[in-house]
RNA sequence: GCCCCCAUCGUCUAGUGGCCUAGGACAUAGCCCUCUCAAGGCUAAGACAGGGGUUCGAGUCCCCUUGGGGGCACCA
């Protein structure tokens, strides 16, 4: 038999990071035993449902290399795989379990149902819906429904307990006289989730559902939807939810503002990823920029594979050891036996760290290219590049070394390197503002005058040189020089700073330096 | 209130009755390297929620307690 899954999500404008978790579970396992995945999008809430809101979670699977075999932009036999097209087949459905007497039409209003249950609650006593209709013949029932069109609920059926077979959470049994009958149609004919997606995954012929653990609450009203529709239940792996970073509690944007930092504001503004009016505040409440979206990563210039590799981990593992692994190893071993049966907390720092061992791995011409767009975004180069600064970002690709973990570290490192330096007045004040050090910097940089080659080994030589002949600390030239050329405390190492500058620039910031009133 | 689920270092995890004096990773601290910042090397600190069973033997199986999470919709 070959497998098929699904992933459904609503399109709400963002991808987020608990949703590719579990999506990705669902694709490893599709792959591993080479099944079909399936994307569908529940969008039959109308109230959530924005038309523009899908692609962004389109790009975003793009982006990790997430692909579907069938769904939204490349079809399949199941279509449409959009379920405000397929409304009528819930209907059609609903329909059927009236005649076979699984569900009965009910013309109770909302608000009595509401009040009834706040009452219930208010006694502390327990709510379960029974409508009045549920004996009523189906002949019946169908024509009042056919006469007034009203919600139609499914009856739960009372005697045995619901059993699920949960692949990861094992047998989970539930007393039907504790499940309400649902409403499973509205009265305009939109379906609800809980029956729609049954009626989708029947269609689709989805054979395990793996999805967020607080699914499983649902998934007794699920069953007795497929046993009313006379269908075969699939196999259900409900994953432990993703916690938010040192926590709890489920994550959420809320929980992950910390994360944004003024650190990261200055990042995303550099790379133009805001709108350039927005003020701090704004940006650190954005909807779909948030440290729990897949998009803040990807426009801080996190290497797609690192988050891969991040969250296939959270919740799974390989062996006692292996954190670091390609995508195949990944979809190879991958299992839900190996899914941990508790939930997992997001951790920033360790995918941060995941993200730096991926770029540490990744070859010069690919960072090369990589690292382009993040210096177009942040005007530090114009949108041509031709050899001679395609060298150039090169060599500044090789200083930055094993500095540069994400994409947008290479602002912080070297933007010196592609604009004048903005000087920091804390860096001034701390890094040339010392004894003697405008004196040797005016005799060093007459030294820079006759260097040759201008080059990192040379540079560092000749500094070394200048120091121990007039017995001046290094370090403190050093940083002065580090200061004066690029206006911060941090970066490149400083040699091979200056050699990238050249030595007219070199010159040039050092006199500007020296210039300086601060 | 009721129902369901979960429980190993701060975090991710290994552990499927003896291999456990509980292993690895991130983070933390110290030292080394060093022109800053990273990276790297070495070291340290750090966990079986509690109580009862079962067993020759329990992190591992059972029960209770506690704690946490999710759900109880004409949301998904």
Same mark, same amino acid.
């Given at each position: 038999?070959?497998?098929?899954?699904?992933?459904?999500?609503?399109?709400?404008?963002?991808?987020?990071?608990?949703?590719?978790?579990?999506?990705?579970?669902?694709?490893?396992?599709?792959?591993?035993?080479?099944?079909? $995945?399936?994307?569908?999008?529940?969008?039959?809430?109308?109230?959530?449902?924005?038309?523009?809101?899908?692609?962004?979670?389109?790009?975003? $699977?793009?982006?990790?290399?997430?692909?579907?075999?069938?769904?939204?932009?490349?079809?399949?036999?199941?279509?449409?795989?959009?379920?405000?097209?397929?409304?009528?087949?819930?209907?059609?459905?609903?329909?059927?379990?009236?005649?076979?007497?699984?569900?009965?039409?009910?013309?109770?209003?909302?608000?009595?149902?509401?009040?009834?249950?706040?009452?219930?609650?208010?006694?502390?006593?327990?709510?379960?819906?029974?409508? =009045?209709?549920?004996?009523?013949?189906?002949?019946?029932?169908?024509?009042?429904?056919?006469?007034?069109?009203?919600?139609?609920?499914?009856?739960?059926?009372?005697?045995?307990?619901?059993?699920?077979?949960?692949?990861?959470?094992?047998?989970?049994?539930?007393?039907?006289?504790?499940?309400?009958?649902?409403?499973?149609?509205?009265?305009?004919?939109?379906?609800?989730?809980?029956?729609?997606?049954?009626?989708?995954?029947?269609?689709?012929?989805?054979?395990?559902?793996?999805?967020?653990?607080?699914?499983?609450?649902?998934?007794?009203?699920?069953?007795?939807?497929?046993? =009313?529709?006379?269908?075969?239940?699939?196999?259900?792996?409900?994953?432990?939810?993703?916690?938010?970073?040192?926590?709890?509690?489920?994550?959420?944007?809320?929980?992950?503002?910390?994360?944004?930092?003024?650190?990261?504001?200055?990042?995303?503004?550099?790379?133009? =990823?805001?709108?350039?009016?927005?003020?701090?505040?704004?940006?650190?409440?954005?909807?779909?920029?948030?440290?729990?979206?897949?998009?803040?990563?990807?426009?801080?210039?996190?290497?797609?594979?690192?988050?891969?590799?991040?969250?296939?981990?959270?919740?799974?593992?390989?062996?006692?050891?292996?954190?670091?692994?390609?995508?195949?190893?990944?979809?190879?071993?991958?299992?839900?036996?190996?899914?941990?049966?508790?939930?997992?907390?997001?951790?920033?720092?360790?995918?941060?760290?995941?993200?730096?061992?991926?770029?540490?791995?990744?070859?010069?011409?690919?960072?090369? =290219?990589?690292?382009?767009?993040?210096?177009?975004?942040?005007?530090?180069?114009?949108?041509?590049?031709?050899?001679?600064?395609?060298?150039?970002?090169?060599?500044?690709?090789?200083?930055?070394?094993?500095?540069?973990?994400?994409?947008?570290?290479?602002?912080?490192?070297?933007?010196?390197? $592609?604009?004048?330096?903005?000087?920091?007045?804390?860096?001034?004040?701390?890094?040339?503002?010392?004894?003697?050090?405008?004196?040797?910097?005016?005799?060093?940089?007459?030294?820079?005058?006759?260097?040759?080659?201008?080059?990192?080994?040379?540079?560092?030589?000749?500094?070394?040189?200048?120091?121990?002949?007039?017995?001046?600390?290094?370090?403190?030239?050093?940083?002065?020089?580090?200061?004066?050329?690029?206006?911060?405390?941090?970066?490149?190492?400083? $040699?091979?700073?200056?050699?990238?500058?050249?030595?007219?620039?070199?010159?040039?910031?050092?006199?500007?330096?020296?210039?300086?009133?601060?």
């Amino acid at each position: 038999m070959t497998i098929r899954t699904r992933f459904a999500p609503s399109p709400t404008g963002y991808l987020h990071i608990g949703g590719v978790r579990t999506a990705l579970f669902n694709w490893l396992l599709t792959r591993r035993h080479g099944g079909t $995945f399936v994307l569908r999008i529940d969008d039959t809430d109308a109230e959530r449902n924005r038309p523009e809101a899908l692609q962004p979670i389109l790009d975003g $699977f793009h982006w990790l290399g997430i692909d579907w075999d069938e769904g939204p932009e490349v079809g399949g036999p199941c279509g449409p795989y959009v379920q405000s097209q397929r409304q009528h087949l819930y209907v059609e459905a609903a329909l059927k379990l009236i005649d076979s007497g699984h569900a009965y039409p009910d013309y109770k209003s909302a608000d009595e149902i509401s009040a009834e249950r706040k009452e219930a609650e208010k006694a502390k006593r327990n709510y379960i819906y029974r409508g =009045a209709h549920r004996s009523t013949p189906p002949a019946e029932c169908r024509r009042l429904y056919d006469a007034q069109r009203t919600v139609i609920r499914l009856k739960v059926p009372e005697g045995k307990p619901i059993v699920i077979n949960d692949l990861i959470c094992g047998k989970v049994e539930v007393q039907p006289e504790l499940v309400g009958d649902s409403v499973i149609l509205r009265a305009d004919g939109r379906a609800l989730y809980n029956f729609a997606t049954v009626v989708d995954d029947v269609a689709m012929k989805i054979t395990h559902i793996v999805r967020a653990k607080e699914h499983l609450s649902n998934t007794p009203v699920q069953v007795l939807a497929y046993e =009313a529709l006379n269908y075969p239940v699939p196999q259900f792996a409900h994953v432990p939810v993703v916690n938010a970073p040192k926590s709890k509690e489920k994550l959420s944007k809320r929980k992950m503002k910390q994360f944004m930092t003024d650190d990261v504001v200055q990042r995303l503004r550099a790379a133009h =990823a805001v709108p350039p009016d927005w003020t701090d505040e704004q940006i650190k409440n954005s909807e779909d920029l948030n440290p729990a979206t897949v998009a803040f990563y990807r426009v801080l210039g996190y290497l797609p594979a690192a988050l891969v590799n991040y969250f296939g981990r959270l919740g799974w593992s390989l062996d006692d050891k292996t954190e670091i692994m390609p995508l195949a190893t990944m979809i190879e071993n991958f299992s839900l036996e190996r899914v941990n049966d508790s939930p997992a907390s997001f951790d920033p720092d360790k995918l941060l760290w995941m993200a730096g061992e991926y770029m540490k791995q990744l070859p010069i011409d690919d960072k090369v =290219a990589g690292v382009i767009p993040f210096l177009r975004r942040a005007n530090l180069i114009g949108d041509e590049v031709d050899d001679a600064l395609r060298r150039k970002i090169r060599k500044v690709i090789e200083a930055c070394g094993d500095r540069l973990k994400v994409y947008s570290d290479v602002y912080l490192y070297a933007s010196f390197l $592609f604009r004048d330096p903005e000087y920091d007045p804390k860096a001034v004040k701390q890094r040339l503002h010392k004894d003697g050090i405008r004196e040797h910097l005016t005799a060093f940089a007459d030294v820079l005058k006759t260097i040759e080659p201008f080059e990192p080994a040379v540079l560092e030589e000749k500094l070394k040189e200048y120091c121990d002949a007039r017995q001046f600390k290094l370090g403190d030239l050093n940083h002065a020089l580090r200061v004066a050329t690029t206006g911060v405390m941090v970066g490149v190492s400083v $040699f091979d700073g200056l050699a990238i500058l050249g030595r007219d620039e070199t010159l040039r910031r050092i006199g500007t330096a020296l210039g300086l009133n601060m």
